[in-house]
């Protein structure tokens, strides 16, 4: 008997399709599938708050940088002007009255710190430091007790020349509207009067 023909065989199925990939929005989808979104209210915390701005940053010696480059320029913060027995110095426009008046010791002297034995660095941490307590304590006129000199090397006033700058400079300025050598009675050419902005400006 002759034998049946054997149907052919189906062809194979196509492959599947690659699999597509999953964009950022898929993913965050199935991430966040299910979550549900908290209100704020009672026993519920909030987000931290956002952190402080840092510090400014501040060293020592940017001051007296920053000091040489407005005297070179031209825009130092302080008129200034000294002999070799008195220093002088104003924030600009401030009237020249009311520096004639401090020179003449007409402001009533409210404190003063004596500088005496001190070195360069302790002085201007000691004036640092009065300068910003008189003021928040609503003092007007201070005096600055720094010596002549006498028994420094080769009897040079060094604390006499560090105040005339440190007074003119941001750090110290930010509290001063002017200074003036004193009168002999209060100390004269060993010290000087600082007549202080008032606390808060």
Known sequence: MPQAKRPAPSPPPPPP??????????????ATSGVERLEPGPGRAGPPP????PAAFWHPDLDAIRALEALVSGDAPFDLADTDEFIEGRVPGLDVGIVRRLRRGEFAVQGHIDLHGMTREEAKSAVDAFLKKERSAGKRCVLLVHGRGLHSKDQVPILKDALKHWLA????????????TARP????????????????R
């Open 17 to 30: 399709p690659p699999a597509r990939a999953a964009s950022d929005d898929d993913l965050w989808a199935s």
């Open 50 to 53: 956002p952190a402080p701005p």
């Open 169 to 180: 400079t941001a750090r110290f300025g930010r509290h001063v509207l002017a200074f003036a």
């Open 185 to 200: 009675v209060d100390g004269g050419a060993g010290a000087i009067y600082v007549l202080l902005r008032r606390a808060g």
